[in-house]
Every structure is written in C-alpha cells, then in structure tokens.
C-alpha cells in the first residue's frame, strides 16, 4: 500500500470527496410497441469524485444504486464491470491524492414497464465501510426524463444499471482537480475537434456580487462548418503551471446561466463562448490562475491559454473545503457571450 509522510493512506471516506453524477442519451434508441422495446432509452455517463481531503486508498467498487427524487430506492440490479468506458483496468486499490479525480463509467438502461423514479433521479454512492452520498444526476441531452408506457403487462426485465470500479482521472502532466468533460455528439454538423479550435477571450465581464468571471471563447480556424454542445472540461493553472484544486460546478452560480446546454454550430471564423466564474476570496489569497487547460468530450488533445482576459482574480482561497472561493462554476458552450451569463 503506498504510504504518504503520516504514515498508510487510510480508506477514503464518502464525506471527503465531491461527488457529481451525469448522463445523456446513449447509442441504443428503441421502437415504442411494448412487445418489442425491452427498454426506455440508454443512458450513459460517469460518477465524479474530487478527493478534498487527506490522501486516502479505494478498496473495492462503490456501491451505487438507483433513487428516485424523494430518496426511494429503485429495485434495479447494479452490475460493476460489465463494460470498460472511463476506468478500464482500474486497480483494486486506487490511491487518491488530495485533490485528484476519480471516474467510474456509467450506464442505465431502464425498462419500459418501469419503475418510473419520477422528474428526477438521484445516485447513492457509498464506499466501503462509509456512509452513502446522495447526489442528483445531470441529463445532459434528450428528454428530460426516460419515457415510460403508462402501464405495461409484458414480462420485461427491470432493466440495469452498469458501473466501472473508480479509476483516476490523468491529464497532462499526472492527475489533476477538472471540471467534467461532458461535451457530446450531436445532429448539427461535423463535430469540432480541438484541432479546428482556438481558445480566445470573449468580452469583459465586470465583477459583481463578489463573483469574478472571465468569458472564454472557442474560433472555428478550419475551412468547414463543426458544431459544439455540452460543457468544457476546464483546469485552472497557477504561475507554475500547476493545476489548481478548485471543485468545478455546472450552472450551480447566480452569476452563471442555468440554461441546459444546446448545439452550436460554427461556420468558418465563427466563435463560441462559455463563462468561467467564482466568488471573491474573503480570507487569504493562496494563488492565482496564470493560465487555463480546456478539452472537449473523448477528444485527449487540450487548448491552453492565459486567464488575463478579464477584469476578476480567478483565486484559490483559504479555507475549508466548502469555501466558497474555493469552487468554479462553468456555463455550457453558447452562441453568444451575454448567453453565458445568469441573472443575478
């Protein structure tokens, strides 16, 4: 077992680490004749974990089950390792630094006979031996919710849930604290890569209600149309090009849009935007963002740039975890620089 300076990581605790769940609609649509569709539309995504505490040691898969929105369990069956997405050969032991990410796969499959979880749907993530953390889930694309048949006798099955064991989240430069990356295919136009892309500033955001935030934007340099949709993944960087342990949050600010995300399509030369922002330290500055790391979706190539485009301290604050200061929020990628913003 790897040791840090006090001595053996100890086991992760659930309450150490942010989890955030996500999904959107998967590959497998199926017809609407109950004798014939055995489910109500895949859904696939990933299980996020920011360690905010301690070095500590997974051991074994996390348990995780299926809620409704009022706390309900779901009688539908878990399967760990039933495919290989994010954490493909995760060890039995996965030894998490503070402020590293952990991804764990994701994919639900509910049945069209039920049962219905209602408007929203939660996770229940607890490691072993500690309590379980409810979190919501974020749908990212298609309906807001799986449709069911309003009632259905066939004898289908319950339908499945899927999950990796946790693996950890590398980037350049060994693992590091990042936003999601959860931009996704979509229907209008050939998707951007990275390699069509560069990362500019878009107009000055002035800071208020103790919010700081900068306008990032996204130039079409290639000579056909692409499209964008979903939220970047973003890494903040010191002067030292370290990457800083921010917790990142998707439309969680005031000051950010809480829109969900739509396609953009970007002819040749046009741009994109989306909205960094966070709140002001109100205890002592630790460092500041020189700089920004960005990817999009499955795509491993990343944009970087200077953060000195706008007018508000993107700071790392003093603190406890759940400092304020201590957290960035993201808009999802927008036509327009004034869609990004929220109405505080």
């Known amino acids: 077992m790897a040791t840090s300076a006090s001595g053996p990581d100890k086991p992760c605790a659930t309450d150490q680490l942010h989890v955030s769940a996500e999904w959107a609609p998967g590959g497998h649509v199926y017809g609407t004749d109950p004798t014939h569709r055995h489910s109500a539309g895949e859904l696939d995504g990933q299980v996020t974990a920011v360690n905010h505490g301690a070095a500590c040691v997974i051991?074994?898969?996390p348990r995780i089950r299926l809620l409704t929105s009022g706390g309900l369990p779901l009688r539908v069956p878990t399967v760990v390792g039933a495919f290989?997405?994010?954490?493909?050969?995760?060890?039995?032991?996965?030894?998490?630094?503070?402020?590293?990410?952990?991804?764990?796969?994701?994919?639900?499959?509910?049945?069209y006979c039920g049962p219905d979880p209602g408007p929203g749907v939660r996770l229940g993530v607890a490691l072993r031996g500690s309590i379980e953390a409810r979190v919501p889930v974020r749908n990212l694309g298609g309906a807001a919710r799986p449709v069911y048949a309003p009632s259905c006798t066939s004898a289908l099955p319950p339908g499945r849930l899927s999950v990796e064991r946790f693996g950890l989240q590398e980037k350049e430069g060994g693992p590091a604290p990042t936003s999601p990356p959860v931009a996704l295919p979509n229907t209008k136009g050939h998707v951007c890569e990275i390699s069509m892309l560069r990362l500019g500033h878009g107009p000055v955001v002035s800071p208020m209600t103790g919010e700081n935030a900068i306008i990032f934007s996204l130039t079409n340099v290639g000579t056909r149309p692409c499209s964008l949709f979903g939220y970047p993944a973003v890494t903040?960087?010191?002067?030292?090009?370290a990457a800083m342990p921010f917790r990142y949050t998707h439309g969680q600010s005031q000051y950010v849009t809480h829109a969900r995300p739509?396609?953009?399509?970007?002819p040749p030369a046009a741009s994109a935007y989306f909205l960094v922002a966070k709140y002001r330290c109100d205890m002592e500055v630790v460092s500041h963002?020189?700089?920004?790391?960005?990817?999009?979706?499955s795509d491993l190539a990343t944009l970087a740039g200077p953060t000195s485009g706008g007018v508000g301290i993107l700071a790392y604050c003093l603190g406890a975890p759940t400092?304020?200061?201590?957290?960035?929020?993201?808009?999802?990628?927008?036509?327009t620089p004034g869609a990004t913003l929220g109405t505080p």
């Not at 903040?236 to 090009?241: A, P, T, V």
């Open 262 to 266: 739509a396609s953009v399509l970007l």
């Open 84 to 111: 290989c997405r994010l954490a493909c050969g995760a060890p039995a032991e996965l030894h998490l630094q503070t402020g590293a990410t952990a991804v764990a796969g994701l994919s639900w499959e509910p049945s």
């Open 289 to 297: 963002a020189s700089s920004v790391r960005v990817s999009l979706g």
């Open 59 to 61: 051991t074994g898969p």
């Open 323 to 335: 400092e304020p200061g201590r957290a960035v929020d993201l808009s999802p990628i927008e036509a």
């Open 236 to 241: 903040l960087l010191d002067g030292h090009g």
